[in-house]
T-cell receptor, first 111, second 115 residues
Framework: GQQLNQSPQSMFIQEGEDVSMNCTSSSIFNTWLWYKQDPGEGPVLLIALYKAGELTSNGRLTAQFGITRKDSFLNISASIPSDVGIYFCAGRNSGNTPLVFGKGTRLSVIA | DSGVTQTPKHLITATGQRVTLRCSPRSGDLSVYWYQQSLDQGLQFLIQYYNGEERAKGNILERFSAQQFPDLHSELNLSSLELGDSALYFC??????????????FGPGTRLTVL
C-alpha cells in the first residue's frame, strides 16, 4: 500500500523557536491534511491543502502542498508549550479513498 | 469539539469477549471511517461507510465488523478479542460534497484494553 514518510520522528525545541516538519510520498496525492493529536485524544485537523503549490496558514501554523504533489511541509512559528503533541500528515487521492497517515512527529517544547 | 461523538470512552474486557464501539458522525456527514491506533503506531484505516453502505476496506481483521445505520451512526464490532487488540479506536466523518469532502474530522476515540 501507499506509504508516507514523515520526518523528523521527534523534536525537542526551546519555547519561541520555529519548527519545520515534512511528509513525502511515493505516489501523488490530491489532498494533504495536517493533524495534531494530544495524548489519549483524537486527531484535530489543523490545515487542509487541496492544490499543488498551495500555501495555507492557520495562526502560527503554515503548511504547503508540494509542487510535485508528493510532499507537504508544516511550519510552526514562535512555538509555545501548548504546541506539544504529535503532528500527523495525511494524504488522500480522491473524496472516496481513505486517508493514508504518516507515523507522526512528536514535538516537545522546553520552556 | 469536532462534532463526532464516540462511546464508550474507555472499555476494559477479557480475551475472547466481544465488544461494540459506537460513533455518531457530524451533523450532515454521510461518510464514516474507523481507524485503529496501537501504542506508538500511526493510524491504521479499518473500514469506511457511506450512507449505510460499505465503501472501502483496509486492514480489518475478519473478527471485526462494522455497520452504518439509517440514522448514520456507526458501530464497530470486535469479537474473539485478543491482547493485541488493545488500542485506541477512532471514528471520523467527512462532508459529502465539494473539496470539504476530502477532509476528515475525528472523534475523541475509545480506548480498548483487553486483559
Amino acid at each position: 500500500g501507499q506509504q508516507l514518510n514523515q520526518s523528523p520522528q521527534s523534536m525537542f525545541i526551546q519555547e519561541g523557536e520555529d519548527v519545520s516538519m515534512n511528509c513525502t510520498s511515493s505516489s501523488i496525492f490530491n489532498t494533504w491534511l495536517w493533524y495534531k493529536q494530544d495524548p489519549g485524544e483524537g486527531p484535530v485537523l489543523l490545515i487542509a491543502l487541496y492544490k499543488a503549490g498551495e500555501l495555507t496558514s492557520n495562526g502560527r501554523l503554515t503548511a504547503q502542498f508540494g509542487i510535485t504533489r508528493k510532499d507537504s511541509f508544516l511550519n510552526i512559528s514562535a512555538s509555545i508549550p501548548s504546541d506539544v503533541g504529535i503532528y500527523f500528515c495525511a494524504g488522500r487521492n480522491s473524496g472516496n479513498t481513505p486517508l493514508v497517515f504518516g507515523k507522526g512527529t512528536r514535538l516537545s517544547v522546553i520552556a | 469539539d469536532s462534532g463526532v461523538t464516540q462511546t464508550p470512552k474507555h472499555l476494559i474486557t477479557a480475551t475472547g469477549q466481544r465488544v461494540t464501539l459506537r460513533c455518531s458522525p457530524r451533523s450532515g456527514d454521510l461518510s464514516v471511517y474507523w481507524y485503529q491506533q496501537s501504542l506508538d503506531q500511526g493510524l491504521q484505516f479499518l473500514i469506511q461507510y457511506y450512507n449505510g453502505e460499505e465503501r472501502a476496506k483496509g486492514n480489518i481483521l475478519e473478527r471485526f465488523s462494522a455497520q452504518q445505520f439509517p440514522d448514520l451512526h456507526s458501530e464497530l464490532n470486535l469479537s474473539s478479542l485478543e491482547l493485541g487488540d488493545s488500542a485506541l479506536y477512532f471514528c471520523a466523518s467527512s462532508p459529502s460534497v465539494g473539496l470539504a469532502g476530502y477532509t476528515q474530522y475525528f472523534g475523541p476515540g475509545t480506548r480498548l484494553t483487553v486483559l
